[in-house]
Nanobody, 121 residues
Framework: VQLQASGGGLVQSGGSLRLSCTAS????????IGWFRQAPGKEREFVAA????????KYADSVKGRFTISKNNAENTAYLQLYSVKPEDTAVYYC???????????????WGQGTQVTVSS
């Protein structure tokens, strides 16, 4: 049972990047997938969430209109598409699974290993 996050890297301000989160070992249809991020010296913060079996999504205000969460059921993979990135988006990005459709990190029981996103100005 695991989540595997990938797709991070170095991107210029204003650019785009797509992060992937592949689930294995459990039926993701019964869960919500969330994306969180943690910058150096800061607490982990909510970015976006999606209920896997429905097209319900929610976003942090700081990324609304710039980031898009989506899924590919056939590949059991969730995505976070980053558009118009800013230097303040620099962080380690984590995907996580929860039985609740929530922005609260404490409600997530399974976490991926994190992928670094660095935005240069």
């Amino acid at each position: 049972v695991q989540l595997q996050a990938s797709g991070g890297g170095l991107v210029q301000s204003g650019g785009s990047l797509r992060l992937s989160c592949t689930a294995s070992g459990f039926d993701s249809d019964n869960y919500a997938i969330g994306w969180f991020r943690q910058a150096p010296g800061k607490e982990r913060e909510f970015v976006a969430a999606m209920r896997w079996s429905r097209n319900s999504t929610k976003y942090a205000d700081s990324v609304k209109g710039r980031f898009t969460i989506s899924k590919n059921n056939a590949e059991n993979t969730a995505y976070l598409q980053l558009y118009s990135v800013k230097p303040e988006d620099t962080a380690v990005y984590y995907c996580a699974a929860s039985t609740q459709f929530t922005s609260e990190p404490r409600e997530y029981f399974l976490w991926g290993q994190g992928t670094q996103v660095t935005v240069s100005s």
